[in-house]
């Protein structure tokens, strides 16, 4: 395994290169010969998305303007939602979540970093995509949200559009996530919101302060609300940051972040 300069010259960085090179090979053979299809659990996971789309646009009919304000607002709140998943389940490991803590830090976080983001083929794809079982639980708490909300509004379009915006982020969610571990490309690094969460992202998975900061994975709103971000802007400059490195605190960058660990070697 080769090592750039930078990271052999950091022994944190190079350490968890040597690790995160292991994982991979023991994760892979862990499940070789399994049958898996990459592009089979991707294409499923998009299909239930479309599939649960279709059927709920079909029976939306004429919207009114107080019906539409429904969107906007389950908007945010799955951006929090997310936000507190990743921040309060991924990466603490709570009784009665263990799995979603071990496939997320013990697997995810161990299988990429902020210099090895890329995966090698399809296969591992599994470590990329939630299982399709995951966006089958969404759409139906979703539609069980939306009935509730439809009887409390008497509006069946506002429980249909919730239960659509739900389900759209999801697959916003997946997007996003796979163009996070794409390599870089003048397409992926110049299409908007893609870009910003790119970076966002890949400095999530430095493991120094993947517990802490940057816990979006969509938009990165709710880490700008709860200043769990790794950058010092507004809300408008973390939409539309793309990979500026420009605004990131000092404490947040990579020289500061070899620093802080020294001094607490020191």
């Not at 909300?149 to 659509?164: D, E, Y």
């Not at 997007?175 to 893609?194: A, E, G, K, R």
């Not at 400095?203 to 880490?223: G, V």
């Amino acid at each position: 395994m080769a090592l750039t300069a930078e990271i052999a010259a950091d022994p944190f960085l190079e350490l968890d290169a040597r690790r995160l090179e292991t994982f991979r090979t023991e994760y892979r053979e862990r499940f070789a010969g399994d049958g898996y299809n990459g592009f089979r659990h991707a294409a499923t996971v998009f299909a239930i998305g479309a599939l649960a789309l279709g059927i709920l646009a079909k029976n939306v009919k004429k919207i009114k303007p107080a019906e539409a304000a429904i969107v906007p607002a389950t908007f945010l709140l799955c951006n929090v939602v997310e936000w507190s998943m990743h921040n309060f389940l991924m990466h603490v490991p709570r009784k009665g979540a263990l799995g979603i803590y071990q496939r997320h830090t013990l697997n995810h976080h161990q299988f990429f970093s902020r210099d090895r983001m890329t995966y090698e083929s399809t296969a591992d794809y599994r470590i990329v995509f939630f299982p399709p079982a995951a966006i089958a639980t969404l759409v139906a708490l979703s539609c069980t949200t939306a009935f509730g909300i439809a009887k409390a509004t008497r509006s069946r379009n506002a429980g249909l559009l919730f239960a659509m915006t739900t389900t759209g982020m999801y697959l916003v969610y997946e997007t996003f996530h796979y163009c996070s571990h794409q390599p870089d490309s003048w397409l992926m690094n110049n299409i908007p919101f893609v870009n910003t969460i790119r970076r966002h992202h890949a400095a999530h998975h430095d493991k120094r302060i993947m517990k802490d900061r940057n816990m979006n994975l969509t938009f990165p709103i709710a880490d700008w609300l709860f200043g769990t971000s790794d950058l010092d802007r507004g809300l408008f400059g973390h939409l539309f940051n793309s990979m500026d490195e420009t605004y990131v605190k000092p404490e947040y960058s990579r020289d500061g972040l070899a620093a802080r660990r020294a001094m607490r070697k020191a």
